[in-house]
């Protein structure tokens, strides 16, 4: 493939009214690998959704900043790389990452709580595991999001999958986005 083709409490009143909601988020954020998988695999729900991160160089990027291409998105790294694990993955310390890959690559970042919406609307599980000492690994699924030009869900890659096919996946999309 060519390097062209690449989110207070006031009153009781307020708290019985978000209680639904805190807890459809809560459920999704408890929901594991495997329930996530069927989700995707089955398209049963919607996927993809607003977000508001920062990228390596510190330019805030929304979701709107990739409309009229096609958009390969990964939470981990690498794509449209979107970092789990904030509390390391600085602005700073993404630049320098990147550039280890590919110039065009672009990584995002951003406070716990916005990764975790971004993390909630793409179905991406992600848990914090101890290690020894202050140490800890961020244990993720590996999904390649392949989203629209206008930024809907077309499908995921798994873990594993070779490039030339996701190229023949891609290859189709990006010629026809070419055609007068």
């Not at 607003?50 to 929304?62: A, M, N, S």
């Not at 993404?94 to 716990?112: C, E, K, M, S």
């Not at 873990?159 to 007068?180: E, F, K, S, Y």
Request: charged content about 20%; proline content about 8%.
């Amino acid at each position: 493939m060519s390097a062209r083709s690449t989110g207070a409490l006031i009153a009781l009143g307020a708290l019985l009214c978000l209680a639904p909601a805190w807890l459809r988020a809560q459920e999704e954020l408890e929901r594991s690998a495997s329930e996530l998988m069927d989700v995707l695999m089955w398209n049963r729900e919607p996927v993809g959704g607003p977000f508001t991160l920062v990228d390596h160089t510190g330019t805030q990027r929304t979701e709107a900043d990739f409309r009229g291409k096609l958009l390969l998105l990964y939470f981990g790294f690498q794509p449209l790389f979107v970092t789990l694990d904030p509390d390391r993955d600085t602005p700073q310390h993404l630049a320098n990452y990147v550039t280890l890959f590919h110039p065009r690559l672009i990584a995002l970042t951003g406070d716990a709580r916005s990764i975790r919406r971004a993390a909630l609307a793409y179905k991406v599980y992600y848990a914090k595991v101890p290690r020894t000492g202050d140490d800890y690994t961020v244990d993720h699924s590996g999904y390649i999001y392949l989203m629209d030009q206008a930024g809907q869900y077309l499908g995921f890659f798994p873990p594993g999958t070779p490039p030339d096919r996701m190229a023949d996946v891609i290859r189709p999309l990006v010629q026809g986005a070419h055609r007068p």
